[in-house]
């Protein structure tokens, strides 16, 4: 969000147009943040000079055991034939294409038909991801509190969510391409809504991949955003080619090829996704043995097979749980 107010306020800048200075600052800034990532972050909290004992301790016992001589064996057939896996994958790619279509290449919207200048762009292309932030914390929390009221069962819920983020926005494009320069405050709010209903997304793909194979997520999540790098060149290309003149009628098609998008991407992942851990993803050999002791305190403490305990002598009672994952 603030990227966009900085990079319109440095076009401003009557010197060599004012646009270089995005790059020199931006370029400037993820050297900056290269430098402290090298001086603060480190492999493992073991090793971290200022860590303290309980906050090593707590990450330590809640942490899943790493087998670092067990290669770990990807089921590629399984996986790359999985409904479960296709439905999660497309449903990211899905928001990828909206994402690029609406949230990068916004300002070029706002200039061609609302007809910005590029330092009101850059603080109006900003207001977008505001709802994007409170729409993330609300249905967050919602979708959470669905499923821990079993009120309903997490594939469900990711459905649900992915369907209202999808659907549910699609009203609001539709109404957006009908407005012109004479209605840009309406415009904009419009778009802020649209992204705060999109968000319900999060809970539907986001975490999907967590949900159906958990031993895998980052393996998928990183294809996944491998395919959006590419959408990320293309989808630029066909709105330009798209919007020569950059017109309303232009922009129009650009909002209904979204709205198209969205509903396919809707019926997609309510026939493929699935909320469930899938069998291949499993690991048969990882049993997790977890002590969970009641001090007279009301103090949970805990004692696992990672090496990790805890001690207290006013325990009242011990009960002794084996979870299998």
């Not at 990828?96 to 706002?110: D, K, N, R, S, V």
């Not at 200039?111 to 009101?120: A, G, I, K, Y």
């Not at 989808?235 to 080619?241: D, N, S, Y």
Request: hydrophobic share 50%; proline share 4%.
């Amino acid at each position: 969000m603030a990227n966009y107010i900085l990079a319109g306020l440095l076009c401003a800048i009557p010197i060599l147009g004012g646009w270089p200075f995005i790059f020199f600052v931006f370029g400037g800034l993820n050297v900056l943040v290269l430098i402290f990532w090298a001086l603060l972050v480190y492999d493992t909290p073991n090793i971290h000079p200022r860590i303290t004992a309980s906050e090593r301790d707590y990450i330590n016992l809640h942490k899943a055991p790493v087998v670092l001589d067990k290669a770990l064996r990807i089921p590629w057939v399984q996986l790359m034939t999985s409904k479960a896996v296709w439905g999660c994958v497309l449903g990211f790619l899905t928001y990828g294409i909206l994402f690029i279509t609406l949230a990068i290449c916004l300002p070029l919207y706002f200039e061609q038909v609302l007809e910005l200048d590029p330092t009101m762009n850059g603080l109006v292309s900003s207001l977008p991801f505001i709802g994007r932030i409170f729409g993330s914390i609300m249905f967050g929390y919602l979708a959470d509190w669905l499923y821990s009221k079993k009120l309903i069962s997490i594939t469900n819920v990711r459905k649900v969510f992915q369907v209202t983020g999808l659907v549910g926005a699609a009203p609001f494009l539709i109404w957006i391409s009908y407005l012109g320069k004479d209605d840009a405050v309406l415009a904009v709010v419009l778009l802020v809504v649209y992204w705060f209903i999109v968000t319900a997304m999060n809970s539907g793909f986001r975490v999907n991949f967590a949900d159906i194979a958990q031993r895998f997520a980052g393996l998928l999540n990183g294809i996944c955003m491998c395919l959006n790098g590419f959408i990320s060149i293309f989808v630029p290309i066909l709105i330009t080619a798209v919007t020569p003149n950059g017109t309303a009628e232009e922009w129009r098609l650009v909002f209904y090829g979204c709205v198209g998008v969205s509903v396919v991407g809707a019926v997609v992942f309510i026939l493929l996704a699935s909320g469930e851990e899938q069998g291949w993803a499993k690991d048969p050999a990882f049993t997790r043995n977890v002590e969970i002791k009641v001090t007279g305190n009301d103090n949970a403490v805990f004692e696992n097979d990672y090496g990790v305990s805890t001690k207290d002598e006013t325990t009242q009672h011990t009960s002794n749980k084996t979870i299998h994952t």
